[in-house]
């Protein structure tokens, strides 16, 4: 059984440039939620997705948007980067819970370097 | 303003003696809390959670406290091994499914 699985695993960019993260949730799980991890902090929540919708938002500038497939996997886009965008993006999945979960499964990050 | 806090960066501890990692919150509004281990190269792994209505849960080796008054809780782990050493996320959410974590503190068991 797969768990959660996150390409590329490294990514270096220049500023200004776009990037997309990509995202495959653990099998049966239908909620995929993004975060930041800068170096030495813990991760910050940037979005969350269900049933292809955002339903929750952390405090990120529109700059970063994201998308849910029907097979439940999801896209993480970062619009005009910046050098403080430089940080280990962690994807996490959920099982079906009602309408929500609390423990999630993380991937191992895609770490995006911006030059 | 960081609603989750771990103030300890580090602890070190003796193989087979108790290990205690301490977090406090500040958002009365969690109701559910989490902790999570992370390895270099890896996410984060769910280790234990306890829901606010609660004061203690326990899995094997490892016990979360919550108090609810002190806005405070720990993780216990009894006995600590040296494959437990790794960095310990507390984290916190509401039923909204968000989740908000603390800066992590990094545990080293020695043998």
């Known amino acids: 059984d797969a768990g959660v699985t996150q390409s590329p695993t490294h990514l270096i960019k220049t500023r200004g440039q776009q990037v997309t993260l990509r995202c495959s949730p653990k099998s049966g799980h239908d909620t995929v939620s993004w975060y930041q991890q800068a170096l030495g902090q813990g991760p910050q929540f940037i979005f969350q997705y269900y049933e292809e919708e955002e339903r929750q938002r952390g405090n990120f500038p529109d700059r970063f948007s994201g998308h849910q497939f029907p097979n439940y996997s999801s896209e993480l886009n970062v619009n005009a980067l910046l050098l403080g965008d430089s940080a280990l993006y962690l994807c996490?999945?959920?099982?079906?819970?009602?309408?929500?979960?609390?423990?999630?499964?993380f991937g191992p990050g895609t770490r995006l370097t911006v030059t | 303003d960081q609603q989750v806090k771990q103030n300890s960066p580090s602890l070190s501890v003796q193989e087979g003696r108790i290990s205690i990692l301490n977090c406090d919150y500040t958002?009365?509004?969690?109701?559910?809390f989490l902790w999570y281990k992370k390895y270099p190269a890896e996410g984060p792994t769910f280790l234990i959670s306890i829901s606010s209505i609660k004061d203690k849960n326990e899995d094997g080796r490892f016990t979360v406290f919550l108090n609810k008054s002190a806005k405070h809780l720990s993780l216990h782990i009894v006995p600590s091994q040296p494959g437990d050493s790794a960095v310990y996320f507390c984290?916190?959410?509401?039923?909204?499914?968000?989740?908000?974590f603390g800066d992590g503190t990094t545990l080293t068991v020695k043998p």
């Open positions: 996490a999945s959920s099982p079906p819970s009602g309408s929500y979960s609390y423990e999630q499964y």
């Open positions: 984290a916190a959410g509401t039923n909204a499914g968000k989740s908000t």
């Open positions: 958002n009365s509004m969690f109701d559910y």
